[in-house]
């Protein structure tokens, strides 16, 4: 692979020769490489606008000004040229940190070599051309008096692995001729491997013949990014601050220059895209990079797990670049990846800029599939949509950033759902919501915390944090077996910013308590949460506890309980349906409950349709 400033790379790299010396080392002229590293960098910077100009104005004005197959047949084209930049994007930016590690390798040992050779010079010591050094009489003998003979030391290159000869020379200058000489044989063993391993990279970076980026280049691409990424950790990776607040990152961030953020954003997609407190742009532009190569890394597998998510990939791939509809907010990939169940976190409409925001936590068999895709984004999507009308900018988020617990027969029961996913999750959200904060132009955004099902539980659990949930002013629950605490009061936001919404025939709000199990729990196993309901209701039917404490829906709970609707009934001429648990996000089934959330996410709660509660 040829490109700008890869001449002078090149040659840097072949004054190594088959055999290095440590004259050669010394000769290595390691500007060359950075100079073809800016070089790569220039063309991947101009790949990365090209892209950028197809996808944000070429694209978007074929679609306002042209209909017809003609024109979308030239938007296919479009986009297709849109990938191959971005290939050429991450390809370039490989080969940018490549050369820029190597170099920084490279001068490392420049560095060791040049201190040995120093230090025999200082001395009036030889350094010969094998690396051996030569040292003069000195000292004194016992039976003569006379200076002991000079010699000749040849270097180790790993003398710590040296089994010691158990003689000791007299001559005081042969120590210190064989440390130069180990420095010496030390520096040009490592600096062999450095050369080794980095042309085994460079080799590998090599881009197929033709115009098409298939799958199996993007397959090779995430192979080419993993071996860069082991082969750079020294020169970047140490650097990203993992350990640190959502405020020093947004610090360390901004104190970055452009071409470090480059390289970042070129070699660690996955971490920059997925730390909070990052910007929300930042964390867009390396997730989308991200979702090429890990939509290249699964494509190469064909377990079913694989497939399963690489179905989930391409569909958020395709929303990304489709065509937003009068209204629509604007989609940003805030978290992407393949741990675990999967994980996603996407918004629709920027965080950092809107005034409001609100993310919506997803709960029971949550995980990264192609319904998850359509159906647990749609909800953000609406959300969005509904608040927005009500005037001030609104970002609304789906969070998928933990495992939610899988039910074995598709949705049956919580009698898999403990609370150490919920734990987890909370953990994991705080510190989302906390990165949202700190990144957020505004002075003081409003931001709302919404937890669905088994979210609920995981959005409770977040409130009992150290700190609590950074930044939320409102807590939303709905269709909640139980968050966890038993008062609104203990949810760290004043009970009065604490709303629940519960359809009267969603049953997963009227589960019976753990305690009730002894009744309910062959329900649970044998008939499903219906027959737990109901076997657990009969045991004691005044009884405000659901499976993960208070109803939040009682009176008793505190909050503030919301209109929504009814919902279809659990039995019906279709048969068994558990659509009442999941219609709170549908503009269409449940009008009420989206306009409340709408207004609860841009701060306008006292308009909110009360409900009576339980």
Request: with cysteine.
């Amino acid at each position: 692979m040829s490109g700008p400033g890869s001449s002078g790379g090149l040659s840097a790299l072949g004054a190594l020769g088959a055999t290095l010396t440590w004259a050669k080392l010394r000769e290595v002229k390691c500007a060359e490489l950075e100079e073809a590293a800016d070089g790569w960098g220039r063309a991947g910077n101009r790949a990365d606008a090209a892209r950028d100009r197809i996808d944000t104005q070429l694209v978007d004005d074929l679609r306002r000004t042209q209909k017809g197959e003609a024109a979308r047949a030239a938007v296919r084209r479009l986009r297709r040229l849109s990938m191959n930049f971005q290939y050429i994007y991450t390809e370039c930016g490989l080969l940018r940190t490549t050369l820029n590690s190597l170099a920084h390798e490279m001068k490392a040992q420049q560095r060791v070599l040049q201190g040995a050779l120093d230090d025999a010079a200082a001395l009036k010591f030889t350094v010969h051309p094998d690396g051996s050094v030569t040292y003069p009489a000195a000292g004194e003998g016992l039976v003569d008096g006379k200076p002991l003979a000079g010699g000749r030391a040849s270097g180790v290159p790993n003398p710590g692995l040296a089994a010691p000869s158990g003689l000791v020379a007299p001559n005081p200058n042969a120590a210190k001729a064989q440390d130069i000489a180990d420095r010496v044989a030390q520096a040009v063993r490592t600096a062999a491997d450095v050369d080794w391993r980095y042309a085994r990279i460079l080799r590998a970076l090599k881009a197929e013949d033709g115009l098409g980026v298939p799958a199996a280049t993007w397959t090779d691409a995430a192979g080419d990014a993993a071996a860069v990424r082991q082969a750079a950790s020294g020169y970047l990776a140490q650097g990203i601050p993992h350990d640190a607040s959502p405020a020093e990152r947004k610090a360390w961030w901004a104190g970055l220059t452009d071409e470090q953020r480059e390289e970042y954003l070129a070699v660690y997609p996955d971490q920059i895209g997925n730390l909070d407190g990052i910007p929300a742009l930042v964390r867009d532009a390396a997730n989308r990079d991200n979702l090429q190569l890990l939509m290249g890394k699964l494509a190469g597998r064909d377990d079913e797990d694989a497939v399963t998510k690489l179905a989930a990939l391409r569909e958020i791939d395709r929303q990304l670049g489709a065509a937003r509809e009068p209204g629509e907010p604007p989609m940003y990939l805030l978290g992407i990846g393949d741990q675990g169940n999967g994980r996603a976190i996407v918004s629709y409409g920027n965080p950092d800029t809107s005034r409001n925001v609100a993310a919506y936590v997803p709960g029971l068999n949550t995980s990264l599939d192609e319904g998850f895709a359509r159906d647990d984004l749609k909800r953000a999507r609406d959300l969005a949509i509904a608040s927005n009308r009500h005037g001030e900018s609104v970002a609304a988020i789906t969070w998928l950033g933990y495992d939610a617990p899988q039910s074995p027969d598709g949705w049956g029961t919580l009698a898999v759902a403990g609370a150490g996913r919920a734990e987890e999750g909370g953990r994991s959200f705080s510190g989302f919501m906390g990165g949202l904060a700190a990144a957020n132009e505004h002075a003081n955004p409003h931001m709302t915390a919404i937890g669905h099902s088994y979210g609920s539980r995981t959005v409770g659990a977040a409130t009992q944090q150290e700190g609590g949930i950074p930044g939320v002013d409102d807590i939303v629950f709905v269709g909640s077996p139980g968050v966890g605490v038993d008062s609104a009061d203990d949810l760290g936001v004043g009970r009065e910013h604490v709303f629940v919404g519960a359809a009267s025939n969603d049953i997963v709000t009227k589960l019976p308590a753990k305690e009730q199990f002894a009744i309910g729990g062959a329900g649970l196993l044998a008939g499903g949460p219906a027959a737990a309901y109901v076997f657990g209701g009969l045991a004691d039917p005044g009884d405000d506890d659901v499976w993960f404490g208070r109803d939040p829906a009682s009176e008793s709970f505190g909050a503030r309980r919301f209109e929504v609707g009814d919902g279809p009934p659990l039995v019906g001429r279709d048969g068994l349906s558990v659509d009442a648990h999941s219609d709170y996000f549908n503009p269409v089934a449940d009008k009420s409950s989206v306009n409340n959330m709408a207004l609860i996410a841009t701060g306008r709660s006292h308009l909110v349709r009360a409900e009576e509660s339980r």
